[in-house]
């Protein structure tokens, strides 16, 4: 019972060392991963809330927006009221009123066009596309890591057990050195891309900020 405790424990230190050995990402690189989760988390909903302020119907643009906004429907009937009033005093004013909420309405449809383009449609991009792209990739670094495991592990074995007969398997063993190596490399060239879309990513952190900010003026 010892023994087979032993060596349990012997197979999990084993473990956690090839668990070790197996991370390939940088200290830096796996904080920028930890962040990625919450930055998207964000993005996506404050893109949520942005549609729930919106008075248009989001997606047209300002001209089909303005027709459909509470502010212009109230300026119609200002209007209309006026025109039914005629030269009154309450005409004239109605009239006044009328306009000036169409134009706040037309403001609104504009401000609310501008809103998307330039906030909401980053903000989707960023949890949708950019963020994603960069998980896929640390995906596949991980299957690629697996594969150069597995050879290697291959390779290692093949070694041990040739012993004595080492001379006898030269062609196995090249032929797994071979494939080591080229898993080797199909992970380095994985993790230079997957690090340098992380560290650009993090280098746009001002531009993203700044989304945020326009985000606190909008009405």
Known sequence: MKKQFNRMKQLANQTVGRAEKTEVLSEDLLQIERRLDTVRSMCHHSHKRLIACFQ?????????????????????????????????????????????????????????????????????????????NIQKQRKQLARLVLDWDSVRARWNQAHKSSGANFQGLPSKIDTLKEEMDEAGNKVEQCKDQLAADMYNFMAKEGEYGRFFVTVSTFP
Request: charged content about 25%; glycine content about 6%; hydrophobic content about 40%.
């Open 56 to 132: 248009g119907q989001h997606g047209t643009d300002a001209e089909r927006r303005h027709k459909k906004l509470p502010l212009t429907a109230l300026a119609q009937n200002m209007q209309e009221a006026s025109a039914q009033l005629e030269e009154s005093l309450l005409g004239k004013m109605l009239e006044t009123c009328g306009d000036a909420e169409n134009q706040l309405a037309l403001e609104l449809s504009q401000h609310e066009v501008f809103v998307e383009k330039e906030i909401m449609d980053p903000l989707y991009s960023i949890a949708e596309v950019e963020i994603p």
